[in-house]
């Protein structure tokens, strides 16, 4: 069992930056891909960035590469979202999860958990 909890949402004007943070309990942390997800109002839930077990592969939804920055650290059972350049358009709801593959996250499908979610706002 995994549990992920999220912080570091928040208000931000258009242009800045914010890193969110997931603390994943759980021994077996070391052993799952992890990603980001995020839910803007009115819309389906989408993929953001999802690392590998061991952070040597990372992907990304394009309208963030460059932009964003996914990275683990196993050793403290945590992943982190890097967010520059924020815009307008990324404001949602953005969600931590864990699979067992980063195809699972990249599709959402097959995610073994999620964490309670965090409140990203941007400003114009």
């Known amino acids: 069992q995994v549990q992920l909890v999220e912080s570091g949402g928040g208000l931000v004007q258009a242009g800045g930056s914010l890193r969110l943070s997931c603390a994943a309990s759980g021994r077996t942390f070391s052993t799952y891909a992890m990603g980001w997800s995020r839910q803007a109002p009115g819309k389906e839930r989408e993929f953001v960035a999802a690392?590998?077990?061991?952070?040597?592969?990372?992907y990304y939804t394009d309208s963030v590469k460059g932009r964003f920055a996914i990275s683990r650290d196993n050793a403290k059972n945590t992943v982190y979202l890097q967010m520059n350049t924020l815009k307008p358009e990324d404001t949602a709801v953005y969600y931590c999860n864990a699979a067992q593959n980063t195809i699972a996250i990249r599709t959402n499908s097959g995610v073994n958990y999620w964490g309670q979610g965090t409140q990203v706002t941007v400003s114009s």
């Open positions: 690392i590998v077990w061991n952070g040597a592969n990372t």
